[in-house]
């Protein structure tokens, strides 16, 4: 793989003063955003067929693949067709674990040549394993939701796999199209095929019942109210806001100072455990911009509807990757990843989590770390939040009831709860930025001094002499009433008909 020359744009980027990957990447993205509100207002499925939106969609996909990445993205069309054609000729009994093995495969293969081959100076160069981590993913659901629709034992199925499953492969049309479609081509949202395909033929506007029975008259009127325009303003607004912190802040708090000799020597370790968190904030702008960017390139092309809530506004939150009050004002580390990455959270549970049997959590976990990378960072964080996870728990049920006797106690809990969960992400994550092996070391030993690896495995030890709290029924019953109310009710899931994202209750791989 070569990496992409981008002498073309060098030129014009160097005259408007930024970094060339940082014009590829938002120049393919206000494209979309053209194109996707053009085809909502000119391709709609009640004036075109499904086939010219499946073509639409796929070729301005492939020509934005292209611009924005150049050769490397004949990476992610090998990918495509060999899956493909796996998927094809494959016994169905054993077409999904084939498939997923292929596509992962080929994406780690990716991930190591990045990891071990590209020159450092150019390591953080915009290249073609983003797409290829959204398209792994995609390719991996479809071959499971085959499966489960056709040889899947019905009685055993999750509800998730029961939303998603389908009963016939692809047509090459629908599978590319899906694969490639222009609004997730740079930078995602992942969607699954069976919300695709019901949004390229329409039936996605259609009348569907909601668990409390309520109908949804969801229905293509061309009115206000359904239009995705406030929808779309608000995550535009969502990632100017960010990408003005990220351009102002990051700068100023780079992550890589988290594991320099020099400013851990001269700076305290209370000094140094605010900038780590701060820090990590102003990493996770970035995601926030793409995120938020992504999903409103997919609403405004029409993508992304999930009904009406309680209230009778419709939700444009089908494909929502993120949610940054949720994550900001996260008060547990479950709450905290309820609402990060949700898509690929979902997909984790569907590839991983609901069929294998044993080691669900640490498997579901270390499949996350190989498909982000090849870094020892990814494996430092992963792995390590396995263990976190199991710690939140035990914790939670033990030291919890001590503090909902009162309304006071319920509120310094969650300012407490608030306060360690991100401290808590915060060092947990920081090898996700740093990535290498060295760094990472010294981020955790001399910076550190693995004061939460010290918590966290003591914990497992310390928890079980807690004795349980004595509590009622009245006081344990504040909890349906606290701050963490928001989190259960139906109008706010992010996945349809509320079948996969009853977010308390949502998975295990998710922390508590």
Same mark, same amino acid.
């Given at each position: 793989?070569d ?7 060098r ?13 590829i ?15 909502y207002?000119?391709?709609p499925?009640?004036?075109? $067929? +499904?086939?010219v939106?499946?073509? +639409? ?7 934005? $693949? #292209?611009?924005?990445f ?26 999904h674990?084939g ?11 990716l991930?190591?040549y990045?990891a ?8 953080? =160069? ?21 499966y ?5 034992? @019905? ?6 796999? *029961?939303?998603y499953?389908?009963?016939k ?8 199209s ?14 699954f ?8 033929d329409?039936?996605d ?19 206000n109210?359904f239009s995705?325009f ?6 535009l ?6 990408m ?21 020597? !001269? ?10 968190i701060?820090?990590?904030l ?9 995120f938020?960017?992504g999903?409103?390139?997919?609403n405004?092309s $029409?993508?992304?509807? /999930? ?12 494909v929502? /990757?993120v ?7 996260a ?26 049997p044993?080691? *669900? ?18 494996? #430092?964080?992963?792995?390590?939040a ?5 710690s939140?728990?035990?914790?939670? *049920? @033990? ?10 106690l ?8 608030w ?10 994550v +920081? ?16 910076n ?10 003591? =914990? ?12 009622d029924? *009245? !006081?344990?019953?504040? @909890?349906?009433? $606290? ?9 706010? !899931? ?7 994202? @009853?977010?308390?209750? =949502? ?6």
């Amino acid at each position: 793989m070569d990496v992409k020359d981008d002498g073309v744009l060098r030129p014009v980027a160097e005259k408007l003063g930024v970094p060339t990957d940082m014009l590829i990447f938002f120049g393919g993205e206000a494209f979309c955003l053209v194109c996707a509100i053009l085809y909502y207002k000119y391709l709609p499925p009640s004036k075109v $067929g +499904v086939t010219v939106r499946h073509i +639409v969609a796929m070729t301005i996909g492939v020509s934005v $693949g #292209f611009f924005s990445f150049g050769m490397q993205f004949n990476h992610v069309v090998a990918q495509s067709v060999l899956c493909y054609i796996a998927m094809m000729l494959l016994p169905q009994s054993v077409m999904h674990i084939g498939v997923f093995g292929l596509a992962l495969t080929y994406l780690v293969t990716l991930h190591l040549y990045r990891a071990f081959m590209i020159p450092e100076d150019i390591l953080y =160069s915009i290249d073609v394993s983003g797409p290829l981590m959204i398209v792994t993913e995609k390719i991996s659901s479809l071959a499971c939701s085959i499966y489960d629709g056709r040889q899947g034992n @019905k009685d055993k199925l999750s509800d998730l796999q *029961k939303r998603y499953m389908i009963s016939k492969p692809p047509s090459a049309l629908e599978y590319f199209s899906y694969l490639f479609y222009f609004q997730g081509v740079v930078v995602g949202p992942l969607s699954f095929y069976k919300d695709y395909i019901a949004y390229v033929d329409g039936t996605d506007i259609s009348k569907r019942p909601e668990e409390n029975g309520v109908q949804n008259n969801n229905v293509y009127s061309g009115s206000n109210k359904f239009s995705p325009f406030y929808a779309v303003t608000y995550k535009l607004s969502v990632a100017l806001f960010w990408m003005g912190f990220h351009f102002t802040m990051k700068p100023i708090f780079p992550e890589i100072l988290n594991c320099d000799p020099e400013f851990i020597r !001269n700076n305290s370790f209370l000094y140094r455990f605010w900038y780590m968190i701060f820090s990590m904030l102003c990493c996770r702008a970035k995601y926030y911009v793409a995120f938020s960017l992504g999903d409103a390139i997919c609403n405004a092309s $029409g993508f992304g509807f /999930n009904g009406y809530d309680c209230k009778g506004q419709p939700k444009w939150n089908l494909v929502t /990757n993120v949610n940054v009050l949720g994550i900001e004002g996260a008060t547990s580390p479950k709450m905290y990843l309820d609402n990060w990455n949700i898509q690929t959270a979902v997909w984790l549970r569907l590839v991983c989590y609901d069929r294998i049997p044993v080691m *669900k959590k640490f498997a579901t976990f270390f499949l996350s770390a190989m498909w982000h990378g090849c870094y020892p960072g990814y494996y #430092f964080t992963f792995i390590f939040a396995n263990f976190v996870s199991e710690s939140a728990r035990n914790a939670r *049920k @033990k030291i919890r009831p001590y503090f909902q006797r009162t309304r006071n106690l319920q509120v310094f809990y969650d300012v407490l709860t608030w306060l360690c969960t991100h401290i808590v992400i915060s060092y947990l994550v +920081v090898p996700f930025t740093i990535l290498h092996l060295g760094q990472t070391l010294t981020f955790y030993t001399y910076n550190m001094y693995g004061c939460l690896h010290v918590v966290v495995f003591a =914990s497992f030890f310390i928890l079980p002499f807690i004795p349980a709290a004595q509590s009622d029924n *009245k !006081n344990m019953s504040l @909890k349906s009433n $606290g701050t963490n109310s928001r989190h259960t009710v139906e109008c706010n !899931n992010h996945l349809p008909d509320g079948t996969a994202n @009853k977010s308390a209750k =949502s998975n295990g791989i998710k922390m508590d």
